[in-house]
């Protein structure tokens, strides 16, 4: 099984851990979700803070979940939590890259929509 | 926030307070504002709980759908692995079946030089002994024999790699390496020279024949693995020292195990034998010596039953003619003898003109049973002397044999 404790390694921008990937192309501005993100609540907390910052720099953000095959429910109220710090900001324009083939994306993905009106939802 | 401000906190707690501090509209302003902010974030919260646990429930039911697929996986496997084990489990041990199907490698073609030890049986006379015989018969003497020889090769963690008719190709040391199976081989060819008793008294129980068994065993390098296509492949052993333990055996009498000398050093002082030889078996440059064993000492001690045989000597000795063989080609000279006496183990001595060179191969054929050949192999000569082992005993000699009267 994999070890969700290990510390997850690589920059702020970059980070790594065992069987997960979550990485910001900076140029085209967007967050790479990639493996299985299994982590507990405390331990996204450098992917929530690499959310933020990159919100912060720019309104305009793209999220690619399309190589997330795995995603725990820790995982998504991280992220609807993001959706509800973006609507507060407001002026935000985040576009989510999904796959319908990965089943989950299809049913919570789209739910992003109900804490952030604007978001737009594209699945493959 | 509304509930950090000391004068709401008063309010909460004082109805009287609360009043006052309402009345006043730039407070009550504030409050409302306060309240819909509350609200907000309490709807937020809402829709985050009810959101992550439909999450929840999305990935617990995909996780129920694997769950089932993985029962009907574990169902499915388990009777291939238990056809694998009836189809390949009658050949090799649990352990052997058990570490190739843990081991994916254990399933891939190709193969690897190792050195192992290979054990090869084989029923002295036996298509001799078939001739008098139905089919079913063959069939039930093949099935006690192979069954009692499985059953030792496997308490010594041999591997079956072949039936081939009444003969046994074993291996020690594959697919499961051992550090020790010169000395597991060695034991476990005494081991099955002892079982020969007790499947000699089986058949008798079913009317059937005894039968004599010869084992030559050889320790050399040779190529293991899984050998075929991939719809055939099974796991084998090739090489030159496959084919030289098969003509090790060749020498050997009933009851005998002969080994080589590659086995024999393995052992070193834990070997216990009669002696050795020399041979110069076809297709080998170099002469071979060959050792003929009779015990092991140490861990897998096992020694042979010594039978003492009393000669029966014949009141009238028994003119014959013989033919010293070259391999299975019966071209050779025909030349007389007489048989003077026989024991129990297949024995029999003869008077000759010539000296005949020890562990010759010999055809006879009786005066009194014309038509009716017989193999022996010389196992002690001397100067118009020799005694031959019959590798194959026609029922009608050993009857004729039994039936001639003894001298007194």
Known sequence: ?124 | MLTDDPRWQRALADPDAAAELLADPGARAEFMAAVAALQAEHDDLVLLHDSTLEHANEIEEQLAVKIEQVEALVVELELRNTFIRQVFGRHVTDEVVNTLLASPEGRQLGGERRTLTILISDLRGFSTLCEGLGPEQVVAILNIYLGAMADVIGEYRGSINEFIGDAILAVFGAPVPQDDHPERAVACAIAMQRAMGRVNAELAEHGLPALEMGIGVHTGEVVVGNIGSNRRAKYGVVGRHVNLTSRIESYTVGGQVLISESAARALGDRLRTRGCFEVRPKGVREPITIHDVTGVDGPFAIHMIEEAAEWRVLAEPQPLVFTALEGKDTGGQEFPALLVAHDERHNAELRVAASLPLRADLKLVLAALPGVDAYAKVVAAGPGRAVVRFTALPRALQELLDSLPARA
């Open chain 1, 1 to 124: 099984m994999t070890d969700t404790t290990t510390r997850p390694s690589g920059s702020d921008t970059d980070i790594k851990g065992p069987g997960y990937r979550v990485w910001f192309d900076a140029p085209a501005r967007t967050v790479h979700f990639e493996g299985v993100l299994r982590l507990s609540t405390s331990e996204y907390k450098p992917i929530e803070d690499l959310l933020d910052r990159v919100l912060l720099e720019s309104p305009a953000l793209g999220l690619r979940m399309t190589e997330l095959q795995f995603l725990n429910s820790s995982g998504i109220n991280m992220l609807y939590k993001f959706a509800i710090a973006a609507r507060k900001k407001g002026e935000t324009e985040i576009k989510v890259h999904g796959s319908s083939n990965i089943p989950w994306q299809g049913k919570s993905l789209p739910n992003l929509k109900k804490f952030l009106p604007t978001i737009v939802i594209a699945l493959d």
